[in-house]
């Protein structure tokens, strides 16, 4: 019973907000009351208000005075205005029925019924009126009529909550752990989806040079190994985050102190520079052989002019502060990527199918297996996403189902593609994939032009992660409304980081398979393999055999870095 009391009186208030919204637009002198109509046939003083019925169109904009008329009306009564008696010849409303009609069967439901017929015209037109309202709303507040709240926007969407009229809260506390806090409304199918895009993003591009580097047989099983452990891994900090709540970091900070989590998020830093570095790489190689390919002739303007060419993409949507807003561009990458992944499938099967496997394949190639390792763990990128994920499901406890299978999944998805390109093109397999296809085609022109711009797309968001970190720890939460020096710091942050992403991209352009292997080697390793397993050591682990299979995966992981990432600057080194 309270609660509808309460419900009931929020909603007048929202009326009456809405009439007095509207009625500051209104011209005066002019209304759809009935007291207009009363003091027209009653033949006295001229009234002080005409109906609207007057105005050009009256017919049609009538609905809004009458919106305006219940919350006059209440005011004049509040103000012991005088009440208006009707005439002996007011003409009966259809709406009323008489006393002695309503006291027959069926008389008060008739009753009932016409009264609440205006109601529902009321709510037929109130989609209308409400986006009428918001807007004349916000452009009152844009114009200086109502000022109680200050909600700068700059090229980016609030980071922070708008300041309290206190200076101190009473309470400090973080905004990440108060998002984690809500309760996810995502379905399984939804989660399901949301996860499968988490780890099929541009790391698949570079497999087939990972086969080759490998060879067709030893790729494979590396791929299906790290698919376990990396399953292993995951399982591990998620019962790390079970125990502990929070974030990747937040559980560090838990289990490890404030120095583990920065490690932590040092690692996420690198990581995501890594991946946008390669997107400039591989954006820029697409293009450049996109060009070729239409020219018919040599490009006059290097890849590396092309990697910066792409700044003037970059550094504008780096400013955007909202992750949300960049979902337009992920979504058309999404669309470009999938379309790719389907051409390619389609083209290697039916090659294969009329020429069988290239000669040149092997099964294991000794010289350059190394890389394959790093850029194996390159392709399982998805870690960063995987508690947002959980977080955000209606069903959380159901998660580790929905990871197996999804895992399952992605590498049959990366087993094929690295292995149907490798054995259709061989000895001959570039870095990236579309670039193999016959160049001639204008189908391959096409989609290796909208490859190019999905990935392109990819960058920001790959980014987004880096910038928040770096500027987290420089500006802390510190608000940049109302401040255009902090604002302008930020803004100036971002684009140096933007720039320092083409500058590693110009450099490691040089070989970008080499480039992929030492991401993944370097950065990533932590971040899948030692951290979670070290998490779980310290603050999960009880029994022993858990804590030495804990220590194990911790040893594995240092060496599988320590190894894979020294080859990889040797090699590259050497060419």
Same mark, same amino acid.
């Given at each position: 019973?309270?609660? #509808?009391?309460?419900?009931?009186?929020?909603?007048?208030?929202?009326?009456?907000?809405?009439?007095?919204?509207?009625?500051?637009?209104?011209?005066?002198?002019?209304?759809?009351?009935?007291?207009?109509?009363?003091?027209?046939?009653?033949?006295?003083?001229?009234?002080?208000?005409?109906?609207?019925?007057?105005?050009? !169109?009256?017919?049609?904009?009538?609905?809004?005075?009458?919106?305006?008329?219940?919350?006059?009306?209440?005011?004049?009564?509040?103000?012991?205005?005088?009440?208006?008696?009707?005439?002996?010849?007011?003409?009966?409303?259809?709406?009323?029925?008489?006393?002695?009609?309503?006291?027959? &069967?069926?008389?008060?439901?008739?009753?009932?019924?016409?009264?609440?017929? &205006?109601?529902?015209?009321?709510?037929?037109?109130?989609?209308? #009126?409400?986006?009428?309202?918001?807007?004349?709303?916000?452009?009152?507040?844009?114009? =200086?009529?109502?000022? =109680?709240?200050?909600?700068?926007?700059?090229?980016? +969407?609030?980071?922070?909550?708008?300041?309290?009229?206190?200076?101190?809260?009473?309470?400090?506390?973080?905004?990440?752990?108060?998002?984690?806090?809500?309760?996810?409304?995502?379905?399984?199918?939804?989660?399901?989806?949301?996860?499968l895009k988490a780890f099929v993003g541009t790391g698949i591009m570079f497999l087939p040079k990972a086969f080759k580097n490998g060879g067709i047989l030893f790729?494979?099983?590396?791929?299906?190994?790290?698919?376990? +452990?990396?399953?292993?891994?995951?399982?591990?900090?998620?019962?790390?985050?079970?125990?502990? !709540?929070?974030?990747? $970091?937040?559980?560090?900070?838990?289990?490890? =102190?404030?120095?583990?989590?920065?490690?932590?998020?040092?690692?996420?830093?690198?990581?995501?520079? !890594?991946?946008?570095?390669?997107?400039?790489?591989? #954006?820029?190689?697409?293009?450049?052989?996109?060009?070729?390919?239409?020219?018919?002739?040599?490009?006059?303007?290097?890849?590396?002019?092309?990697?910066?060419?792409?700044?003037?993409?970059? +550094?504008?949507?780096?400013?955007?502060?909202?992750?949300?807003?960049?979902?337009?561009?992920?979504?058309?990458?999404?669309?470009?990527?999938? /379309? !790719?992944?389907?051409?390619?499938?389609?083209?290697?099967?039916?090659?294969?199918?009329?020429?069988?496997?290239?000669?040149?394949?092997?099964?294991?190639?000794?010289?350059?297996?190394?890389?394959?390792?790093?850029?194996?763990?390159?392709?399982f990128e998805g870690i960063g996403l995987l508690l947002p994920i959980q977080g955000s499901m209606e069903e959380p406890q159901k998660f580790d189902r929905l990871?197996?299978?999804?895992?399952?999944?992605?590498?049959?998805?990366?087993?094929?593609? $690295?292995?149907?390109?490798?054995?259709?093109?061989?000895?001959?397999?570039?870095?990236?994939?579309?670039?193999?296809?016959?160049?001639?085609?204008?189908?391959?022109?096409?989609?290796?032009?909208?490859?190019?711009?999905?990935?392109?797309?990819?960058?920001?968001?790959?980014?987004?992660?880096?910038?928040?970190?770096?500027?987290?720890?420089?500006? =802390?939460?510190?608000?940049?409304?109302?401040?255009?020096?902090?604002?302008?710091?930020?803004?100036?942050?971002?684009?140096?980081?933007?720039?320092?992403?083409?500058?590693?991209?110009?450099?490691?352009?040089?070989?970008?398979?080499? /480039?992929?292997?030492?991401?993944?080697?370097?950065?990533?390793?932590?971040?899948?393999?030692?951290?979670?397993?070290?998490?779980?050591?310290?603050?999960?682990?009880?029994?022993?055999?858990?804590?030495?299979?804990?220590?194990?995966?911790?040893?594995?992981?240092?060496?599988?870095?320590?190894?894979?990432?020294?080859?990889?600057?040797?090699?590259?080194?050497?060419?």
């Amino acid at each position: 019973m309270y609660g #509808t009391i309460s419900s009931e009186h929020g909603d007048r208030e929202a009326d009456d907000r809405d009439a007095e919204i509207v009625s500051r637009h209104l011209p005066d002198g002019y209304s759809a009351g009935p007291e207009v109509l009363i003091s027209g046939n009653t033949g006295s003083q001229p009234p002080s208000e005409q109906s609207s019925l007057r105005l050009q !169109g009256g017919d049609i904009h009538r609905d809004l005075y009458r919106i305006r008329s219940p919350f006059k009306h209440k005011r004049a009564v509040t103000y012991g205005s005088p009440s208006i008696q009707p005439s002996d010849d007011f003409e009966v409303p259809d709406n009323v029925v008489s006393v002695s009609d309503q006291r027959v &069967p069926g008389g008060f439901r008739r009753q009932h019924m016409l009264q609440k017929k &205006p109601n529902l015209i009321r709510e037929v037109s109130r989609p209308i #009126t409400d986006s009428f309202v918001s807007f004349l709303d916000l452009y009152g507040s844009f114009a =200086g009529e109502d000022l =109680g709240s200050d909600d700068e926007t700059e090229s980016a +969407v609030e980071d922070e909550e708008a300041p309290s009229a206190e200076t101190r809260p009473l309470l400090a506390r973080r905004k990440s752990s108060r998002r984690m806090q809500r309760p996810g409304d995502a379905s399984m199918t939804k989660s399901f989806f949301t996860l499968l895009k988490a780890f099929v993003g541009t790391g698949i591009m570079f497999l087939p040079k990972a086969f080759k580097n490998g060879g067709i047989l030893f790729s494979s099983i590396v791929l299906i190994t790290v698919a376990i +452990v990396s399953c292993i891994c995951f399982d591990l900090l998620l019962a790390c985050r079970k125990k502990y !709540g929070g974030g990747y $970091g937040e559980v560090g900070e838990a289990i490890g =102190g404030p120095a583990f989590r920065r490690l932590i998020l040092c690692s996420i830093f690198l990581s995501q520079i !890594g991946f946008t570095c390669a997107c400039l790489i591989f #954006t820029a190689e697409n293009t450049f052989a996109f060009f070729e390919a239409v020219l018919k002739g040599p490009m006059e303007v290097s890849v590396s002019a092309l990697v910066g060419i792409q700044l003037v993409v970059l +550094v504008p949507l780096a400013l955007v502060r909202n992750i949300s807003k960049l979902g337009p561009v992920a979504l058309a990458a999404d669309v470009c990527i999938l /379309f !790719g992944l389907v051409y390619i499938w389609w083209y290697t099967i039916s090659t294969l199918s009329i020429r069988g496997l290239h000669p040149s394949i092997e099964l294991f190639n000794p010289r350059d297996f190394t890389l394959t390792i790093g850029s194996s763990i390159f392709t399982f990128e998805g870690i960063g996403l995987l508690l947002p994920i959980q977080g955000s499901m209606e069903e959380p406890q159901k998660f580790d189902r929905l990871l197996y299978i999804v895992m399952f999944i992605i590498t049959i998805i990366f087993t094929s593609v $690295g292995g149907l390109v490798y054995a259709t093109f061989g000895e001959s397999t570039r870095v990236e994939a579309i670039s193999n296809f016959p160049q001639d085609s204008p189908l391959v022109n096409a989609v290796q032009l909208l490859y190019a711009l999905a990935v392109l797309g990819s960058a920001p968001v790959q980014l987004f992660p880096a910038v928040r970190i770096v500027e987290t720890s420089l500006f =802390g939460n510190k608000s940049s409304r109302g401040s255009t020096k902090t604002k302008w710091k930020k803004n100036f942050f971002r684009i140096s980081l933007a720039v320092a992403c083409a500058a590693i991209a110009i450099v490691g352009a040089s070989d970008l398979d080499k /480039f992929v292997a030492l991401i993944g080697s370097f950065a990533c390793v932590p971040l899948v393999y030692i951290y979670p397993a070290l998490l779980h050591w310290k603050g999960v682990a009880r029994s022993r055999v858990t804590q030495a299979f804990d220590l194990f995966l911790v040893v594995l992981g240092i060496g599988v870095m320590a190894y894979s990432t020294g080859i990889t600057i040797a090699k590259w080194s050497a060419t």
